[in-house]
């Protein structure tokens, strides 16, 4: 079988961003602490919300996200760039959040016990989710602000950000199926976020 | 490859209907229909499964084999088509892949939605009974298993409803049927075989098809010059929808043929969803409307103020026109992000 | 001035910064918050995009791992780096759906089915409706191009349903409809 790719919401880093990853990793390898954090910066909600989905409880997921970006500091060293950043990260993510779920059960799940304990489980989730944690009332705010402001945006602008977030296609990707210069393309996606950030920082500071 | 499956007449469903009516006894609270509906949710989302199951319209029946598998918090799937072309969808980790042997093609299709919108999905939702009447009952076996039966009927003529067989151990459907408000079954899926596993070999997500010599295809990102650019940008909301559907996702996405992304929003009333896509018009202007169905699905297509609103649901047709011709332009500050009923 | 470099942390976040400009950047953005904020948020903006109504970290989750790396703790234990095969699948939160917007074009042509006539047989209700219901006049065959698109919408739209009902739409995709499959049309050749 084939190894762990991520993937769902994930969409693959383009080639770019791999680049550019690995370039932040080899400063980080040196020493240089910055470059580590804006790999965090980047990859933080990915993890966040892929270690929530693993988790049966999910007001956990910023303390295993966190443990899984320290080790992965630690673990620098070991990475070589075989894969991309992000599957290697992404892999930690996976086991440590498997690991905190392993650390609390006393005994191995088999099929029977699975069952029972999944509707179990599944009517505890159910319950916890009727309140809604501060957490959940923020990212459906921040949610509602970023479409709002994306659906105001002059078309080229909104153009431009959603094939690069959305779509994933890289700056000349873009500029083919914009019809402009790449310099351009990289001028309105960096409007673009900055017209939804003028809405955005204020929720957030 | 399966022979060919007989088709179904009408008359065979509504009289399946009717002696399941007639089978009717005393039935349970809403509040125990709705744990049923959560308990399948689970199931299907959670479980591995392998099945056939024939899917049945007015028009047609189709045999077909279902592959489920969970890994590390996300699904496989596997559809078979069985009535002797062949087909197959089958839906990796990162692509979904359309083997049509009878064309010796292979459609190929990155992934470019999301798994984190579980909360946006329409789960049976807390307020299901107030827009549908809630029941559940024994059934007699399915399959050789104990069933309980779940009705979900309609307070009104703009959803559908639905009758769903779980199997009472794992809360598995083994048969659905959606209505409309006549009774008349628009859609029916039933399945013959269905079975648990723990474990499902790599073979049973692989595709069975020989694909050597196809042309494979990757669909996607064909992109052309944009076209007129578009005078506002306001947000767009249906003025008009049943009442009980509200806002549950929206998101932008490039769809086929436009090299201009559309804005897709998404509506629920807990059971059955609406999307609502606004796109800027053609160059060319304005296309006459448009219907078509799939099953339960329905879609309307049609042009306003220069963009074009399409509307697709679990929803009769009826509803889905309504909902897309009342499409229009709203004022950014404080516009509702969802339609009740405005005139109740 | 400062646009311009925040433009240089727009397009770091896109891999689409000259490598030789890399160096200088991170250094200033390690003695920046503004920038290293600005750099957050725009990568908060590409994931609700993509992902809208998903988990996203708090504003501090960052400067945490940053003072958690700084605390004195263990080495990594080695079992949580990878590589390690998958055993089975421990899942609790439903994931509903973790569906598929894919759009099959050529199997649109043959696939989509006109306007069922059994719609038009719908009772009226005979309460005040919110809603004008009228039954829709004849079927429409759609060409070609117009079920390529209808392909398109239904499958983006299955993403939404219920399992079920998403099951139903891919059924009806792979249902080979005989009264269409002599029509003819291209398939493009690969270049």
Not at chain 1, 176 to 189: E, F, H, L, N, Y
Not at chain 2, 7 to 12: D, G, L, M, N, P
Not at chain 3, 13 to 18: A, F, K, Q, T
Not at chain 3, 120 to 133: E, G, K
Request: proline content about 7%; hydrophobic content about 40%; aromatic content about 6%.
């Amino acid at each position: 079988m084939k190894p762990h790719e991520p993937v769902d919401d994930e969409t693959r880093p383009s080639a770019g961003v791999e680049q550019s990853d690995l370039e932040l990793v080899k400063r980080a390898q040196r020493g240089e602490r910055g470059a580590f954090d804006l790999l965090v910066l980047r990859y933080q909600h990915k993890v966040v919300k892929l270690v929530a989905r693993l988790l049966r409880d999910p007001a956990e997921a910023e303390d295993v996200a966190q443990e899984a970006f320290v080790k992965a500091y630690r673990a620098l060293g070991s990475f070589r760039g075989d894969s991309a950043f992000y599957t290697w990260l992404y892999r930690i993510a996976v086991n440590t959040a498997r690991n905190s779920i392993a650390s609390r059960q006393r005994r191995p799940l088999d099929y029977e016990a699975d069952l029972s304990e999944n509707e179990q489980s599944a009517v505890e989730s159910r319950m916890r989710h009727t309140d809604t944690p501060e957490a959940n009332v923020l990212s459906e705010e921040i949610h509602r602000t970023v479409n709002r402001a994306v659906e105001e945006l002059p078309e080229d602008l909104r153009t431009a950000i959603i094939l690069r977030e959305v779509e994933g296609l890289s700056y000349e990707e873009i500029a083919q199926a914009m019809d402009c210069p790449v310099g351009t393309v990289r001028s309105r996606i960096f409007r673009a976020r900055e017209a939804i950030d003028r809405n955005l920082k204020p929720l957030l500071d | 490859m399966s022979a060919a499956i007989s088709v179904k007449r009408s008359s065979a469903w509504v009289l399946a209907v009717v002696l399941a009516v007639a089978a009717r006894t005393a039935s349970a609270s809403p509040e125990e229909a709705k744990q049923w509906l959560e308990r399948m949710s689970e199931s299907l989302a959670t479980r591995n499964y392998i099945g056939l199951f024939t899917h049945s319209t007015p028009t047609q029946s189709e045999s077909m084999r279902i592959v489920h598998r969970v890994e590390d918090g996300h699904s496989l799937e596997r559809l078979v088509s069985l009535d002797g072309s062949g087909r197959e969808i089958i839906r990796t980790r990162e692509e979904v892949h359309a083997y049509l042997p009878d064309r010796r093609v292979v459609l190929v299709e990155p992934r470019s939605d999301d798994g984190s919108l579980l909360k946006a999905l329409p789960t049976p939702g807390a307020k299901l009974d107030t827009f549908y009447d809630l029941e559940v009952r024994k059934g007699s076996k399915l399959l050789g298993r104990d069933v309980q039966v779940v009705d979900i009927r309609p307070r009104d003529r703009y959803r559908y409803g639905y009758r769903i067989w779980l199997d009472e151990k794992t809360a598995m459907p083994l048969r659905s049927i959606v209505a409309n408000g006549a009774g008349v079954p628009v859609e029916q899926i039933s399945f013959t075989s269905l079975e648990l596993q723990k474990k499902i070999p790599d073979k049973d997500v692989e595709p069975s098809v020989d694909a050597t010599g196809f042309q494979w295809i990757r669909t996607g990102r064909k992109l052309g010059p944009p076209p007129q650019p578009m005078a506002n940008a306001n947000g767009w909301r249906p003025l008009r929808l049943p009442p009980g559907f509200r806002l549950v996702a929206s998101r932008f996405q490039l769809l086929p043929g436009s090299p201009v992304p559309a804005q897709h929003l998404i509506f629920s009333d807990g059971m059955a969803a609406i999307s609502v896509f606004i796109e800027p018009g053609h160059a060319s202007g304005p296309a006459p409307p448009e219907s078509s169905s799939m099953g339960s699905a329905n879609a309307y297509s049609t042009s306003i103020q220069g963009h074009v609103i399409t509307a697709v649901g679990e929803v009769p047709a009826d509803t889905i026109r309504e909902v897309a011709i009342s499409v229009a332009p709203v004022d950014a500050p404080g516009a509702p992000s969802a339609s009740g009923a405005p005139d109740r | 001035m400062t646009d311009q470099i925040r433009e240089q942390v727009s397009a770091l976040l896109d891999g689409e910064l000259p490598r030789d400009e890399i160096g200088l950047l991170v250094r200033r953005m390690e003695r920046d918050p503004d920038l290293r904020g600005s750099f957050g948020r725009y990568s908060l903006i590409g994931e609700t995009l993509r992902a809208p109504g998903g988990r996203t970290a708090h504003p501090s989750f960052a400067a945490r791992v940053s003072a958690a790396i700084d605390a004195p703790g263990e080495a990594a234990a080695a079992q949580d780096v990878p590589a390690i095969a998958a055993s089975h699948a421990f899942w609790k939160r439903p994931a509903f759906a973790t569906a598929v917007a894919a759009s099959f074009a050529l199997l649109a042509v043959i696939l989509v089915r006109p306007f069922a006539s059994e719609d038009a047989a719908i009772v009226v209700a005979n309460t005040a409706a919110t809603l004008t219901v009228s039954p829709l006049a004849g079927a429409i065959s759609p060409t070609p191009a117009q079920s390529q698109r209808l392909a398109g919408y239904l499958v983006a739209h299955s993403q939404f349903s219920s399992p079920m009902a998403r099951r139903s739409v891919w059924s009806g995709l792979l249902a080979a409809d005989p009264g269409l499959q002599r029509a003819s049309y291209e398939i493009q050749e690969a270049p």
